[in-house]
């Protein structure tokens, strides 16, 4: 996709968002159902993924793990908003790889350890990049990369989660 393809797709929709600000609140969705074992059917919309327990946790490794999920789900944003942004500023990316790793405590999930954190500690995002660009342009580029990715940005940000009973 070029630049004039990208902007044939987005301005109608950046035209729509700026007079009718509440057509760009949109609500997206997942959904699980609890399946075989300890084990959880995902819909996501293309395929249906099972998710299980970690092998670190007891699980056979024959499931995907929400862990590793919300590590692609970062990798997979953050390269699509990278070509996205590459794009629309003209930036000549001959390829780009996005590598996400992210520290878990064990002991924090399985209860051995009630001061041990749940949930990642700490999740490194590194861009490998091949292009000719000079350093200021690649430091743009990561920066606008940075703001737009929505998966991203809702990590580094404090968010409100509401949990209910149906």
Same mark, same amino acid.
């Given at each position: 996709?070029?630049?004039?393809?990208?902007?044939?797709?987005?301005?109608?929709?950046?035209?729509?968002?700026?007079?009718?600000?509440?057509?760009?609140?949109?609500?997206?969705?997942?959904?699980? =159902?609890?399946?075989?074992? !300890?084990?959880?059917?995902?819909? +996501?919309?293309?395929?249906?993924?099972?998710?299980?327990? =970690?092998?670190?946790?007891?699980?056979?490794?024959?499931?995907?793990?929400?862990?590793?999920?919300?590590?692609?789900?970062?990798?997979?944003?953050?390269?699509?908003?990278?070509?996205?942004?590459?794009?629309?500023?003209?930036?000549?990316?001959?390829?780009? =790889?996005?590598?996400?790793?992210?520290?878990?405590?064990?002991?924090?999930?399985?209860?051995?350890?009630?001061?041990?954190? !749940?949930?990642?500690?700490?999740?490194?995002?590194?861009?490998?990049?091949? +292009?000719?660009?000079?350093?200021?342009?690649?430091?743009?580029?990561?920066?606008?990369?940075?703001?737009?990715? !929505? !998966?991203?940005?809702?990590?580094?940000?404090?968010?409100?989660?509401?949990?209910?009973?149906?």
């Amino acid at each position: 996709m070029d630049l004039i393809e990208l902007k044939r797709l987005q301005e109608p929709l950046k035209e729509k968002y700026r007079t009718d600000p509440d057509a760009a609140l949109i609500t997206l969705s997942a959904t699980s =159902h609890c399946g075989e074992g !300890v084990t959880c059917k995902i819909e +996501t919309g293309k395929m249906m993924a099972e998710a299980g327990l =970690h092998p670190a946790t007891g699980g056979d490794g024959l499931s995907v793990c929400s862990g590793d999920m919300l590590l692609e789900a970062l990798a997979a944003c953050a390269g699509v908003t990278l070509k996205a942004v590459a794009t629309s500023i003209n930036f000549s990316l001959q390829d780009a =790889h996005i590598q996400v790793e992210g520290d878990l405590d064990f002991r924090g999930t399985l209860s051995v350890d009630r001061d041990a954190p !749940v949930g990642f500690k700490d999740i490194r995002l590194r861009f490998q990049l091949e +292009t000719d660009e000079p350093r200021e342009k690649i430091e743009t580029l990561i920066k606008l990369t940075e703001r737009y990715c !929505v !998966v991203y940005q809702t990590l580094i940000k404090a968010n409100t989660i509401s949990v209910s009973i149906n």
